[in-house]
């Protein structure tokens, strides 16, 4: 090799960046001491933007396109240089592609539940995560304010701080939403697009925007969880009845799906089971039943019930109860009841009935 060749080797005449990442956000081009060659191609593909920065300032921005580095070509690095009447050596510049496509599959998520106040339940904890894209819309801004002069600046260096806005806006987009917390899977669209608008205007300073957000889930405590899953399931089944009778019928299920706890587990399951169904059948009867006395041998003020005949007779009056003794059809042995009463007694143990049967005189004393 000729010492010219050498000479040009170290010159650089071709600028590109072929990206085999997906998540390269700026890639600065590896110059290492060499020159970019007056009459260099320039290759900027779709989806890249390519800035030259020179002695610490931004000067030219290229779209997508081949390009001739030439005066023509460069004209704010041509001042910054002095190049009036236009140059024809090598140059020394720093050159940054930028991906300005849309890097999608970017997730966000709430480290910890925040509170908002419901209606209906009061304050509650939530917690909320979904995904974004993200697209630089200005490079000289995102140079400025955020790359600096770092060589390979990716996505996973921005993510945090991103995912930290994000989640602020979304915790007052949630709070401010007047939304009822049962409504709110029905709104995630909307509030996600109200917060496209939000995020893109506020990341706009340092060259960023959101063209894409989706709130994907939006979730509630584990144990507020469980309790409206608790409640949705006595909605849908009604009545205490009828849960116990699902819980009878799930358990004879987990039985027959164990066979192997036949011996033990099976048995106590399917008696639990029944006995559960019996005790719901009872309760209905008893819920059913008509109010009044107890079963012979059960209290209603002046209202008196007599047991004739081993039936219940009445409610009759205290007044009707003179004729009853009189037709031998209430004696002191009779039982009675009226409501206050604990259980039916003889009427000749009860006060109140105490003067419709007269006074007994003691025994005679024996015969002397």
């Keep these: 090799m000729s010492f010219m060749d050498k000479v040009r080797g170290q010159f650089i005449d071709i600028v ?22 007056n009459g260099a191609q320039l290759v900027v593909r779709e ?18 396109g081949t390009f001739e580095l030439t005066t023509q070509n460069l004209p704010i690095l041509s001042t910054l240089k002095g190049w009036k009447y236009g140059f024809n050596s090598p140059f020394k510049a720093e050159v940054y592609f930028v991906g300005t496509r849309q890097y999608t599959d970017m997730k966000w998520g709430t480290q910890n539940p925040f509170t908002v106040r419901d209606a209906e339940f009061g304050m509650v904890r939530l917690r909320a995560f979904g995904t974004y894209a993200l697209r ?17 600046f990716r996505t996973d260096e921005v993510s945090e701080f991103l995912r930290q806005n994000i989640v602020a806006a979304v915790t007052s987009a949630l709070a ?27 990341l706009a300073e340092f060259g960023i925007a959101l063209p894409r957000f989706v709130i994907e889930n939006i979730s509630m405590p584990a144990e507020v969880e469980e309790a409206l899953d608790k409640r949705s399931q ?68 002046t209202q008196w019930f007599v047991a004739v005949n081993g039936q219940q007779a009445g409610p009759f ?6 004729a009853k003794v009189a037709a031998e059809q209430l004696g002191r ?9 604990p259980s039916w007694k003889p009427a000749g143990e009860v006060p109140e009935l105490a003067s419709l049967f007269g006074t007994n005189p003691p025994p005679l004393p024996p015969q002397a």
């Design 136 to 152: 630089i819309t200005d490079a000289g801004t995102l140079l400025r304010q955020l790359v600096g002069t770092d060589p390979d």
């Design 47 to 64: 989806g890249q933007t390519a800035v030259f920065v020179s002695e610490g300032q931004i000067a030219d921005v290229f779209t997508p």
């Design 176 to 202: 401010t939403a007047n939304v009822p917390m049962l409504d709110l899977a029905a709104n995630q669209q909307a509030i996600s697009q109200q917060l496209v608008g939000t995020l893109s205007a506020s």
């Design 16 to 37: 590109e960046f072929l990206d085999d990442s997906r998540d390269t956000l700026v890639w600065r081009f590896p110059r290492q001491g060499n020159e970019i060659k």
């Design 317 to 322: 009056p205290l007044s009707a109860l003179p």
């Design 333 to 341: 042995e009779t039982l009675v009841w009226y409501e206050g009463m």
């Design 234 to 301: 006595m909605g849908i089944l009604g009545n205490l009845d009828q849960y116990t009778k699902f819980q009878a019928a799930n358990a004879l299920e987990d039985a027959a799906n164990n066979p192997g706890a036949a011996g033990q587990g099976t048995g106590m399951v399917v008696g639990m089971g029944l006995g559960q169904a019996a005790g719901g059948a009872l309760a209905g009867a008893q819920q059913s039943a008509p109010a009044g006395p107890p079963p012979l041998p059960g209290a209603g003020g």
